[in-house]
């Protein structure tokens, strides 16, 4: 079990970087618009990337989402979603109070409304269908299908109609790639080797992957192959199982030149490093955006972002400006939200957070746990937590946050030199980061765990809240007089809640107890 907890949290860390930089995404609709903060303002835009005009201006206070299928969604100032159609951003398409949402896909979204389950709208915001209450989280869809999670922690795929395609009983499940093959586990506990397989999008198993033999780098086959790490080497899998020729490789001419890092953009273009400066080069080396920037980052084959002195510009693959616009934010493509059911089952979800807990032990850490104990389950590097004390792991609705009592890492010199192997994402490392070294023996003072519970209907906090207080008996902590709990083996729990959030905070020592407060909120 821990081998495939510390597997999933590596594929976790990789998941988020997904970008257009392939021939072909994963995900079937491409984005013509990008979310920007024009020069000079504090509001968000949208350009078209096509021509570089800017068809909403200065219009939202926060970001919107990547806008897919000409579709998009923002959070507006009651922290609700409204949902616009690209060819009018002056009005929701949306009348329904929604909670959370999906990025649109094939025409078809899913949201949560508060106090109800999961439901696939089109474009004009038509209920096509409502999804069972058992299902948790949904993900946007993918060559027509979504990955659920269940309040049971199990996956499973359903179609745009909400009919389940493929059966919830997954103890993990990618989105289906171009090749219509995704990376699933059947199990949700073994120490065996195979715990991973791959299945087609009939739920048909191709061949199980060997973990000890492969390490997982991304969940998802691109051009034809999934990369994986063999013996610090990369190799690649074809649909079979069957190692076969990279066709991520770097050309000789393009590797021969000992740029610090280079990225693939797709149609045999890379971004690369010279020196501290940013270009893209083709696959003889010739250079096309000249390494005068010190940002770039790939929108398709054909459009670029690129940066200096804080504001960016959009380019064409030659290094030409797109338009006028100058900017100094956006939101590239990435599939990262996801729908939150606005209905739960009380009973499972109380019994769900306190399986989290007992006297000695909280998110699976014990009392006397060390970073190098917690470090094994969450997969985090070192340099993303200098000079801080906390760690955050999110199991959506849930986020489990460590804490520690001292820092977690610390710089230990200069820039490493960096030369990635090119795979399916822009490296977040392309412009170097500084060497880091966990401080293993920093020991964890207690947790904190938060519940979202902003998309369910408003007095669900306090029904959870007894629920939870009813039952901390059974796992050795006695109610005291302000409301908190303690325990004969030292440690102490505090319940409470406000803006929609449930929180547990978790302490080994008792003396830093403190009562959480309980507000109620309204829609």
């Known amino acids: 079990m821990k081998k495939f907890l510390a597997m999933m949290a590596v594929v976790a860390t990789v998941m988020p970087l997904a970008s257009c930089s392939q021939e072909k995404s994963i995900y079937q609709e491409q984005t013509k618009y990008l979310p920007v903060v024009l020069q000079g303002s504090n509001k968000w ?100 299908r979504s990955v659920v999670h269940t309040d049971l922690d199990r996956y499973g795929y359903i179609d745009a109609t909400g009919d389940t395609v493929i059966a919830a009983n997954l103890g993990y499940a ?26 087609d999008k009939s739920g048909k198993k191709l061949y199980d992957f060997d973990s000890e033999k492969y390490q997982i780098i991304t969940p998802h086959y691109r051009m034809g192959v999934l990369v994986v790490a063999k013996n610090d080497t990369m190799v690649c899998l074809d649909r079979n199982g069957k190692e076969v020729a990279n066709p991520h490789e770097t050309p000789k001419k393009v590797k021969d030149a000992n740029y610090r890092d280079r990225v693939y953009a797709g149609s045999d ?18 250079v096309l955006i000249p390494f005068e ?39 590239p493509f990435s599939p990262e939200s996801e729908a939150v059911r ?35 389950l969450v997969g985090v590097e070192p340099a993303q937590y200098v000079g801080m004390k906390q760690i955050d792991r999110p199991m959506m609705p849930m986020i489990c946050s460590y804490m520690f009592d001292s820092e977690i890492a610390s710089l230990t010199g200069a820039p490493a030199r ?26 964890l003072r207690g947790a904190s765990i938060s519940f979202l519970l902003l998309e369910c209907a408003p007095g669900t906090e306090e029904s959870l809240y007894k629920l ?56």
């Open 45 to 144: 835009s949208i350009l078209n990337v096509e021509t570089g005009e800017v068809v909403a201006k200065d219009v939202w206070v926060n970001a919107p989402s990547p806008v897919v299928d000409d579709m998009f969604w923002v959070y507006n100032d009651k922290n609700r979603i409204d949902i616009y159609n690209v060819a009018n951003c002056k009005e929701p398409v949306n009348k329904d109070v929604y909670g959370s949402a999906t990025c649109y896909s094939g025409g078809y979204a899913i949201v949560s409304k508060p106090g109800e389950p999961l439901q696939v709208i089109d474009k004009e915001c038509n209920t096509v269908a409502q999804l069972s209450p058992s299902i948790l989280t949904a993900s946007m869809f993918s060559n027509e």
């Open 174 to 199: 990618a989105g289906f790639n171009e090749d219509d093959v995704a990376l699933v586990s059947f199990s949700e506990a073994s120490d065996s080797a195979k715990v991973l397989s791959v299945i």
């Open 269 to 286: 273009k890379y971004m690369v490093i010279k020196g501290d400066r940013m270009g893209l080069v083709d696959k003889d080396n010739n």
């Open 293 to 331: 920037y010190q940002f770039i980052q790939n929108l398709s084959a054909e459009r670029y972002v690129v940066g200096k002195d804080s504001v960016m510009i959009l380019v064409d693959d030659h290094g030409k400006q797109v338009g006028k616009a100058k900017f100094i934010d956006f939101r």
């Open 342 to 376: 606005g209905y739960i089952n009380l009973e499972v979800t109380a019994a769900n957070l306190l399986s989290f807990i007992d006297e000695d032990m909280v998110c699976f850490a014990k009392k006397g746990s060390t970073l190098m104990d917690v470090n094994q």
């Open 418 to 443: 960096t030369d990635s192997v090119a795979t399916d994402s822009v490296s977040t490392n392309l412009a170097g980061a500084p060497t880091a070294e966990f401080n293993y023996g920093a020991k």
């Open 468 to 523: 939870m207080s009813g039952a901390m008996g059974s796992k050795g902590f006695k109610l005291n007089p302000d409301g908190t709990f303690t325990s004969s083996a030292g440690t102490a729990v505090s319940m409470g809640y406000e803006k929609g959030v449930f929180k547990l905070n978790y302490y080994f020592n008792p003396e830093e107890l403190k009562a959480l407060p309980r507000e109620s909120r309204s829609i």
